[in-house]
C-alpha cells in the first residue's frame, strides 16, 4: 500500500483547501483510511477518518462543519474538503490506511493558514 497526499499550501484565514491522497497497491474500498495533522512542537492528531466496515465517518470536534472527508473508489483517492480555515488548522497533513492491523502513511501535505 502506498499513498501520496498533494493539495497543501498557504491560504487566508477563512479560505479552503482540498488535499488528496492517491492510493495504490490496494483497492480504497477495503480500507479503513483517514486524515491526520502534525503543528509543529506538537503531536500528530486525528483529523477525520472513514470506516471500512459501514462507511461511518469521524471527525475531531474543532473542524466538524468545516472538513469533509470522502472518496473515489474508482480513482483510489482520498480527500480531504477543508473550509473556513483558521491559523490553528495550520500542521502538515498526512493522509493513512490500515489495512490487517498495519499502519501506511503518505509523506505529508503543509497547509499554511495565515492570520
Known amino acids: 500500500v502506498q499513498l501520496q497526499a498533494s493539495g497543501g499550501g498557504l491560504v487566508p484565514a477563512g479560505g479552503s483547501l482540498t488535499l488528496s491522497c492517491a492510493l495504490s497497491?490496494?483497492?480504497?474500498?477495503?480500507?479503513?483510511v483517514g486524515w491526520f495533522r502534525q503543528a509543529p512542537g506538537k503531536e500528530r492528531e486525528g483529523v477525520s477518518c472513514?470506516?471500512?466496515?459501514?462507511?461511518?465517518?469521524y471527525y475531531r470536534d474543532d473542524v466538524k462543519g468545516r472538513f469533509t472527508i470522502f472518496r473515489d473508489n474508482t480513482k483510489k483517492i482520498l480527500y480531504l474538503q477543508m473550509t473556513r480555515l483558521n491559523p490553528e488548522d495550520t500542521a502538515v497533513y498526512y493522509c493513512n490506511a490500515v489495512l490487517y492491523g498495519d499502519l501506511y502513511w503518505g509523506q505529508g501535505t503543509q497547509v499554511t493558514v495565515s492570520s
Open positions: 472513514i470506516s471500512k466496515s459501514d462507511d461511518s465517518k
Open positions: 497497491g490496494f483497492t480504497l474500498e477495503a480500507l479503513s
